[in-house]
């Protein structure tokens, strides 16, 4: 296999100072590998505009690699990778783009540009992932892509261009040789470092006295995995992640993130989850209020017509109240409607004074969460169905059964009331009934959805759906 070197005077035009500066770089693309748990490449421009030559590679030691064979020494066409001979033209980074590699394998590519001292782009950082990987690898690649260009652009060069990339990065990063000194610190690290009261330069200093935990350098070094950590330092939280380089000079890497406002963040939300509980569990709290003044009012009332009424009231509160319950418990904004519906029946089962040996009522199909809005609606209109079936179903029988299932749907979901009971004609059903008309105004008002009634002498079963 050709050198790199031989590589660029076959194909490119590059100088020798140019060439020196890619070996360099290539001294680190093990440790990128590593880092980004990725195959990366260098490509170099060629004569031909449509075509560059890539003249290093390094696989992953820690992920599964999706290169059979090397690739040194072969073009890359723009019909197949155009991120890399745009980034080559334009001298732009090219973020998270669809590749075909020498193998005919469909790969995500995130490209850096490597420049010389006179701003030229002579080459570029390849990172390739498997396309079928999780989106959420991205952001890691693309901060791999900025840490090999500050290695390249940083280490080798001593020039202190404010324009650097390094300077974008929002992590500190800290490498360490062999012996545990201090090699490279990035400007995100000093600064870090300053907050913390140093007023030494880090370049130079011993790993012992830049370790922000309890970790000894010999129980880091040799770890395949990342080795993470959080640390409280003053007012500052920080994680702090170790990543272990087989290389005498680009021996350990220590990332540290500030998540200060994150932690804070989080707190917060603790704080504002805790008091949504103590508020859900106050109207919780205040809607059984009222339906016991209800029920004690209805007590004192002679007037069958009134009493019922009352009753009515009292348990449509207590379907809201179910809904409040469940959101006491949760402090979330959704809750599991199976789990509403439930609530419901054992409220109107106390309510009616009904066992299972009267009537079962049983409650199946899928549980899932909906907004406590939408759960009202439902709560309501369950309560107003089941209601309706305890009260006039079975009427002229000792007993039967109300079945109340739960689909969910990819747009709209469903709920069945279904009884075995008298049945009745629908035909004659009064648009002055208050119970009828609540429900079908929830469906059609708040859930968006549809009302059906089918009755016989078998019984009745009422559907309705709403949008998820």
């Not at 880092?35 to 421009?45: G, N, Q, R, S, T």
């Not at 992953?60 to 980034?87: D, F």
């Not at 890691?140 to 990339?165: D, P, Q, R, W, Y």
């Not at 609530?343 to 909906?370: A, H, M, P, W």
Request: proline share 1%; net charge negative.
């Amino acid at each position: 296999m050709n050198s790199l070197r031989e590589l660029c005077y076959m194909y490119t035009n590059l100088s020798d100072g140019d060439i020196t500066k890619l070996e360099h770089i290539s001294e680190v693309l093990p440790f990128i590998a590593n880092l980004a748990e990725a195959d990366v490449f260098i490509d170099c421009p060629t004569i031909d505009t449509n075509e560059a030559i890539v003249v290093a590679e390094a696989k992953p030691s820690n992920h599964y690699s999706m290169y059979k064979n090397s690739v040194v020494g072969q073009l890359a066409l723009r019909e197949n990778e155009p991120a890399a001979l745009r980034t080559l033209e334009i001298g732009m980074p090219t973020r998270d783009l669809k590749a075909l590699t020498q193998e005919c394998m469909n790969v995500r590519q995130t490209v850096e540009p490597i420049k010389n001292d006179n701003d030229r782009t002579i080459g570029v950082l390849i990172i390739e992932k498997d396309l079928t990987e999780k989106n959420s690898d991205n952001k890691n690649i693309e901060l791999f892509a900025e840490t090999s260009k500050l290695l390249g652009n940083k280490i080798h060069n001593n020039s202190n261009n404010e324009g650097n990339i390094t300077y974008h990065i929002d992590d500190a990063i800290i490498i360490f040789d062999e012996n545990g000194v201090v090699r490279f610190v990035n400007p995100v690290a000093e600064k870090l470092y300053e907050k913390l009261g140093y007023r030494d330069k880090l370049l130079g200093m011993d790993f012992d006295n830049i370790s922000l935990d309890n970790k000894l350098l010999h129980e880091i070094c040799g770890k395949s995995q990342f080795d993470s950590s959080e640390v409280n330092i003053g007012n500052l939280t920080l994680q702090v992640k170790y990543i272990f380089q087989n290389s005498k000079v680009l021996n350990l890497v220590m990332l540290i993130k500030d998540i200060t406002d994150m932690k804070q963040k989080e707190k917060e939300l603790i704080l504002k989850s805790v008091a949504i509980k103590e508020i859900h569990h106050r109207v919780k709290n205040n809607l059984q209020t009222i339906a016991s003044l209800l029920r004690l009012q209805s007590r004192r009332i002679d007037n069958t017509q009134i009493k019922n009424a009352l009753d009515e009231s009292m348990n449509r509160i207590l379907s809201i109240a179910a809904t409040h319950e469940i959101l006491a418990q949760e402090g979330i904004d959704e809750v599991d409607i199976k789990e509403v519906i439930q609530q419901i029946k054992y409220s109107l089962s106390r309510c009616f004074n009904i066992g299972n040996d009267k009537i079962n009522i049983i409650v199946e199909g899928d549980g899932f969460k909906i907004d406590s809005d939408k759960s009202t609606s439902i709560a309501l209109i369950v309560n107003e169905l089941l209601q309706n079936s305890l009260k006039y179903a079975f009427e002229e029988r000792k007993g039967g059964e109300i079945n109340i299932k739960i689909q969910k749907g990819k747009v709209y979901s469903s709920i069945s009331v279904v009884d075995n009971g008298m049945g009745f004609n629908t035909d004659l059903i009064s648009n002055k009934s208050l119970g009828l008309n609540i429900v079908k105004a929830l469906v059609k008002d708040k859930l968006h959805g549809k009302f059906n009634i089918v009755s016989n002498c078998n019984g009745t079963k009422i559907l309705f759906d709403f949008k998820n």
